[in-house]
């Protein structure tokens, strides 16, 4: 059965809006299996014709997503023998949900940053609760760089100093600073965030899809392909992670309680202690 058997989403097809509710206690940890079920949902999404409209949402207030799972980084490869010539299984996921069909919409309420930050920066519209969202791409504290397209979609969408400024600056940002920088398209007050994406989804959803395909496919002509940009951050990520003080920095964050919920609600204290 289509959308069937998944654990860490819940899925709802209504009227042609898939409403997909990321529920994966108890952060919503980009974990591999987080990642496989995202990565799922944007295959079966891409050849789904009934579906018009997708609304990422997150059951759990305090977090959309924490972030990808430092552990795993961890064992990635710190070497490679050449550079990379095709994109890798994240990159090629939020690439995928970038050039979906559909209308894309990520209803922010909770923390969202490293790779829920990229994850969110690949949808086509993003939607920040005042005083529960805050987005940030914290990964230059560990030694790292936002490998999961960051690199790459914030300059597009702030320029370059902006862009700078949150990847090097570590800090987070709440949601009427982000709509200010354009990280999101607006800053919603809470008690209204879920009635007006729904509404948005449901107008976008009413129109002929082949109209709110072939517009996707004209402004995505407008930039060019962000293709090339992965491949160099690719690149430069890994060649970070063989660094002796990341090596550190990681098994430090991990060490200090990183990825538990105590500790992941005040991200920026930890981060500045290491």
Do not use: W
């Given at each position: 059965?289509?959308?069937?058997?998944?654990?860490a989403?819940?899925?709802?097809?209504?009227?042609g809006?898939?409403?997909?509710?990321?529920?994966?206690?108890?952060?919503?940890?980009?974990?591999?299996?987080?990642?496989?079920?995202?990565?799922?949902?944007?295959?079966?999404?891409?050849?789904?014709?009934?579906?018009?409209v997708l609304?990422?949402?997150?059951?759990?207030?305090?977090?959309?997503?924490?972030?990808?799972?430092?552990?795993?980084?961890?064992?990635?490869?710190?070497?490679?023998?050449?550079?990379?010539?095709?994109?890798?299984f994240?990159?090629?996921?939020?690439?995928?949900?970038?050039?979906l069909?559909?209308?894309?919409?990520?209803?922010?309420?909770?923390?969202?940053?490293?790779?829920g930050?990229?994850?969110?920066l690949?949808?086509?519209l993003?939607?920040?609760a005042?005083?529960?969202?805050?987005?940030?791409?914290?990964?230059?504290?560990?030694?790292?760089?936002?490998?999961?397209?960051?690199?790459?979609?914030?300059?597009?969408?702030?320029?370059?100093?902006?862009?700078?400024?949150?990847?090097?600056?570590?800090?987070?940002?709440?949601?009427?600073?982000?709509?200010?920088?354009?990280?999101?398209?607006?800053a919603?007050?809470?008690?209204?965030i879920?009635?007006?994406?729904?509404?948005?989804?449901?107008?976008?959803?009413?129109?002929p899809?082949?109209?709110v395909?072939?517009?996707?496919?004209?402004?995505a002509?407008?930039?060019?392909?962000?293709?090339?940009?992965?491949?160099?951050?690719?690149?430069?990520?890994t060649?970070?992670?063989?660094?002796?003080?990341?090596?550190?920095?990681?098994?430090?964050?991990?060490?200090?309680?990183g990825?538990?919920?105590?500790?992941?609600?005040?991200?920026?204290?930890?981060l500045?202690?290491?």
């Amino acid at each position: 059965m289509p959308y069937g058997d998944y654990r860490a989403i819940r899925i709802e097809i209504d009227a042609g809006v898939a409403f997909a509710t990321l529920d994966h206690p108890p952060i919503n940890l980009l974990d591999l299996e987080l990642m496989g079920e995202l990565d799922r949902l944007s295959r079966e999404l891409a050849t789904d014709e009934t579906v018009r409209v997708l609304v990422l949402s997150s059951a759990n207030p305090e977090f959309f997503i924490a972030h990808a799972d430092v552990a795993l980084i961890e064992q990635l490869p710190t070497e490679r023998a050449t550079k990379p010539t095709g994109l890798g299984f994240f990159h090629a996921m939020v690439e995928r949900f970038r050039t979906l069909p559909q209308a894309t919409i990520a209803k922010i309420e909770g923390r969202t940053r490293g790779g829920g930050s990229e994850l969110v920066l690949s949808l086509d519209l993003r939607f920040a609760a005042k005083g529960r969202a805050i987005l940030a791409q914290p990964e230059v504290a560990l030694g790292i760089l936002p490998g999961g397209s960051g690199t790459q979609r914030l300059p597009r969408l702030m320029g370059r100093g902006r862009a700078l400024e949150v990847i090097l600056g570590c800090e987070d940002f709440d949601a009427e600073l982000a709509e200010r920088y354009g990280y999101v398209n607006r800053a919603v007050p809470a008690e209204e965030i879920g009635d007006f994406v729904e509404k948005l989804a449901r107008r976008i959803a009413s129109f002929p899809p082949h109209a709110v395909r072939l517009a996707k496919e004209a402004v995505a002509a407008a930039e060019p392909s962000p293709v090339p940009g992965l491949l160099v951050e690719d690149d430069c990520f890994t060649r970070s992670l063989g660094v002796p003080e990341t090596r550190r920095l990681m098994r430090a964050f991990l060490e200090a309680g990183g990825q538990t919920r105590d500790v992941e609600l005040d991200l920026e204290r930890l981060l500045a202690r290491l």
